[in-house]
């Protein structure tokens, strides 16, 4: 059983819940977080570690949707957003030498904290992006 993944399943599908208004959306969010869950019961973890592996590549894709900012470029985007793109790069270097090292504890547990901060990068764009501060863009950089 994945333990350590359903608090998050279950905190991510609430503040889905709590943030949007279309109750077909919120019923499509609970009967999604409700398979995940039972998926967890039922499934092998090594399933679950290449789903996230495929996930951790394909969630690229989406980011013109995640990112809320009205400024796409990183110069006019505020503290909240660099800190998480820190944050991001932070893991990732730290998940490529893990990788390549042998399975400890200690490891294990700086792997499953790295890969938590990896896709909260994702998960939370939508709202951290949207609430932070960001600069104006100049005249010549915008297409208005």
Same mark, same amino acid.
């Given at each position: 059983v994945l333990w350590a993944l359903a608090p998050g399943v279950? /905190? $991510? /599908? &609430? &503040?889905? #819940?709590?943030?949007?208004?279309?109750?077909?959306?919120? #019923?499509?969010v609970g009967v999604s977080a409700l398979v995940l869950l039972l998926g967890f019961l039922t499934l092998d973890a090594k399933v679950w570690g290449v789903v996230l592996m495929g996930a951790s590549v394909v969630i690229f894709f989406f980011l013109p949707w995640l990112d809320r900012s009205p400024v796409k470029s990183i110069r006019y985007k505020g503290p909240i957003t660099k800190t998480a793109i820190a944050l991001f790069v932070i893991a990732f270097f730290v998940l490529g030498y893990l990788g390549t090292e042998a399975v400890t504890g200690g490891r294990t547990l700086a792997a499953q904290v790295g890969t938590a901060v990896y $896709? &909260? $990068?994702f998960f939370l764009m939508p709202w951290y992006s949207k609430m932070d501060t960001t600069r104006p863009e100049p005249q010549r950089v915008t297409w208005k």
């Open positions: 279950v /905190a $991510f /599908a &609430l &503040l889905i #819940i709590w943030s949007v208004k279309s109750s077909a959306t919120r #019923i499509a $896709f &909260l $990068f």
